[in-house]
């Protein structure tokens, strides 16, 4: 079946230091990847994604590269900010499937 | 765009009411999920809705839970009895037909404290 592996939190960092977020997958066929984030007291926004190997999806400055051969989809920022504080979840859609898998997500604090 | 709209946004009951949890989904997309957020179980897909009938109600948890989809734009989760074993975030989410990617849309939760 379908799954998404995330790195353990919490994940606590200083301001401007720099961020990463393991993520691994199983999937059929070659699935579309995405990075969801979470802030409290709120529902899941999509903060970026991508859809076959080699893309590199970004946004707010954070970035993802779709690694089929390792079958990764690691969540970086070179310097985050307090803001980013949230619980960031990876998640796939397998081929056809409407539906998408989650994972576990992990929570990140960042202090000033 | 007013995005994907839940009500209530948070809900306390005792055990043994009945729970019923509302969602609009953004006009014009097709297909609707009911996610349950918990800090044990993470978040877990319900059930989803395809064009207002229910394809893969594999993850409602037992006969207590039900879902219905009466038109395309509105959406009820039930819970009848409910037990504190129910307390979690309830997401309700919603993808069109042109999303491509798989883009889900999702809205603010409710939030269900059962006593």
């Known amino acids: 079946g379908n799954s998404v592996t995330q790195m353990e939190g919490p994940v606590t960092l200083s301001e401007e230091a720099f961020l990463t977020i393991n993520c691994t997958y199983t999937a059929t066929g070659y699935p579309s990847l995405f990075w969801y984030v979470q802030y409290p007291g709120e529902g899941l926004q999509l903060l970026l994604k991508a859809t076959k190997a080699d893309d590199k999806g970004s946004n707010k400055g954070f970035e993802a590269t779709y690694r089929k051969e390792t079958t990764s989809f690691h969540l970086e920022k070179g310097s985050v900010q307090v803001s980013d504080s949230a619980v960031y979840f990876c998640?796939?859609?397998?081929?056809?499937?409407?539906?998408?898998?989650f994972g576990s997500g992990t929570q990140l604090t960042v202090l000033p | 765009d007013a995005g994907v709209i839940q009500s209530p946004r948070h809900e306390v009951t005792e055990m043994g009411q009945e729970v019923t949890l509302r969602c609009k989904p953004i006009?014009?997309?097709?297909?609707l999920f009911w996610y349950r957020q918990t800090m044990m179980r993470g978040l877990e897909l319900l059930i989803y809705?395809?064009?207002?009938?229910?394809?893969?109600d594999s993850g409602m948890p037992e006969d207590r839970f039900s879902a219905k989809m009466p038109n395309a734009s509105f959406s009820t989760l039930k819970i009848q009895p409910s037990e504190p074993r129910d307390s979690a975030v309830y997401f309700c989410?919603?993808?069109?037909?042109?999303?491509?990617?798989?883009?889900?849309?999702f809205g603010e939760g409710s939030r269900l404290t059962v006593l």
């Open positions: 989410a919603s993808r069109g037909t042109g999303e491509g990617t798989g883009e889900l849309f």
């Open positions: 006009s014009g997309h097709n297909s």
């Open positions: 998640a796939l859609r397998a081929g056809s499937a409407r539906q998408l898998t």
């Open positions: 809705f395809n064009n207002n009938v229910p394809i893969d």
